[in-house]
């Protein structure tokens, strides 16, 4: 033997000999620099995503195997395979571990696998952890057990789970309890702030605030540089704005020009609105009450134009996007509550947005019925949400679009569903084969162009060569230049 595992390792990949696989890691010297590797090379070099997933599933067993388990990265490998029972068990034997240092690896595993923004998978394995045992199933948040109407601005605090409070109700709860129930339950509360993606909000936002440099002189410079009567340029100054405070919280340079802010008008005043979604990303606390000016009052259009409160609807689902737990309840009740299509349009973008990737049915089905009044404006904001909704999970609903796209006269929805049905697609890889095929060969060039859109997000990040093939085919094919410039 030269001990040349890498080598052979590469070998018995290629060839798919798994026996061969398994014998060279477990046979060289350094196990854990292996596996990483190993799976290292998984992601890089496999380019069919069954046969990854084969692989993936070995390194899960070998891992398993070791006398000190590496954790972190069987939680990753489990996360690739989209697994939460088993990140759930390895998370929970962490917790219940006595060894002060067994806890705080799991909450490192937790904000790992909080960095990969997979919110169904992270809500799913938060539900998976068991409650503490001699506890009530949810001994948390005080202000929850008796929450305000809908249209309360003050109910936007018992929305959001402060983990302080959390805590301090669990203690009061177990006197008598088994002193390990109560570390559990202390460390489980941790946890599951952290699964929820609140926690690095937390550290993330007070990071964006306290190193902000933007400079307000270049913004000032900007707008007095433009003409004052050009919309466009007056657009684009407030989309700069938004872009530059992007998650600071920032928003002086809009309170000191609120005169000048006023003159944006319909579709210009919902970008403005929606502007304040992304200079407060992820101000999960007080997301709501920030945008409760502009947001519909009760149906009783208190907001003023539709257009603002479309816009505010908008930037919810931006401040709340991947993490809408707390939000998704009120924007489904403003979808319903409202026949105007501009807000209409805004409630479900941010709908898409809160809810990103966790296929909710009864969430698709409020979409659904908005897609299916057939309103040009409102459905094409429906088709790009429902790809949200079911970003990456390869639904059948994806069927269910391509033939309504087929029926429906408008061009906006035709071009909004093509999007959307591009983006259930996405890392999906050779599984999408065969709607790819069928949207590239389709005779309606905007169903072609979401082609374009589901081949590149499909294999997102792969290098893929027949992927590329095919868009370059395109590119200089097809008859539609609009297909010709998306490809």
Request: aromatic residues 6%.
């Amino acid at each position: 033997m030269d001990r040349k595992y890498q080598q052979a390792m590469g070998i018995a990949i290629e060839c798919r000999r798994l026996d061969k696989l398994e014998e060279a890691i477990t046979r060289s010297e350094n196990v854990h620099a292996i596996l990483a590797y190993c799976t290292h090379v998984s992601h890089s070099f496999v380019y069919r995503r069954e046969y990854r997933r084969e692989v993936l599933r070995l390194l899960v067993k070998v891992y398993q195997k070791l006398p000190s388990p590496d954790y972190l990265s069987t939680s990753q490998c489990l996360m690739f395979l989209d697994e939460p029972e088993g990140v759930a068990n390895i998370l929970e034997k962490l917790l219940r571990s006595e060894n002060k240092e067994d806890a705080l690896l799991a909450f490192q595993v937790a904000f790992d696998l909080v960095e990969n923004e997979h919110q169904a998978f992270l809500l799913n394995v938060r539900d998976r952890l068991s409650a503490p045992k001699s506890l009530p199933s949810e001994p948390v948040q005080p202000g929850s057990t008796n929450p305000a109407p809908a249209e309360n601005e003050n109910s936007t605090a018992s929305e959001d789970v402060q983990m302080t409070d959390g805590s301090s109700a669990i203690t009061t709860n177990v006197h008598e309890a088994d002193p390990k129930e109560v570390m559990y339950a202390e460390r489980l509360m941790k946890v599951k702030g952290i699964l929820s993606g609140e926690t690095s909000i937390q550290l993330t936002l007070q990071f964006l605030y306290s190193h902000n440099k933007s400079d307000l002189l270049i913004l000032k410079t900007i707008k007095q540089s433009v003409e004052m009567r050009n919309s466009v340029c007056h657009s684009a100054t407030i989309y700069a704005n938004a872009i530059m405070h992007a998650g600071t919280t920032v928003d002086t340079f809009l309170r000191d020009n609120l005169d000048w802010l006023s003159r944006a008008t319909n579709w210009a005043k919902f970008s403005a609105t929606a502007g304040l979604g992304v200079i407060h990303r992820g101000h999960l606390q007080q997301g709501r009450s920030l945008m409760a000016p502009y947001l519909p009052q009760g149906g009783a259009g208190g907001g003023g134009s539709p257009y603002s409160e479309g816009g505010a609807l908008y930037a919810l689902g931006l401040i709340h996007a991947n993490h809408g737990e707390g939000i998704k309840q009120f924007l489904r009740d403003s979808l319903r509550n409202t026949n105007v299509e501009v807000i209409q349009h805004g409630a479900c973008l941010g709908l898409g947005l809160a809810a990103l990737g966790t296929a909710d049915e009864e969430i698709y089905e409020d979409i659904k019925s908005v897609l299916y009044t057939d309103g040009a404006v409102a459905g094409e904001a429906a088709g790009i949400s429902i790809g949200l909704l079911m970003v990456g999970t390869a639904s059948e609903k994806a069927s269910e679009m391509l033939a309504y796209a087929h029926e429906t006269q408008h061009e906006k929805i035709i071009r909004g569903l093509a999007l959307g049905i591009a983006l259930t697609v996405y890392g999906r890889e050779e599984e999408a084969d065969t709607l790819i095929e069928q949207m590239t060969r389709d005779q309606d060039p905007i169903i072609r162009y979401g082609g374009m859109y589901a081949l590149a997000l499909a294999y997102r990040g792969t290098a893929n060569n027949r992927a590329i093939r095919q868009l370059l085919h395109f590119a200089v094919s097809d008859v539609s230049d609009d297909v010709r410039r998306t490809a």
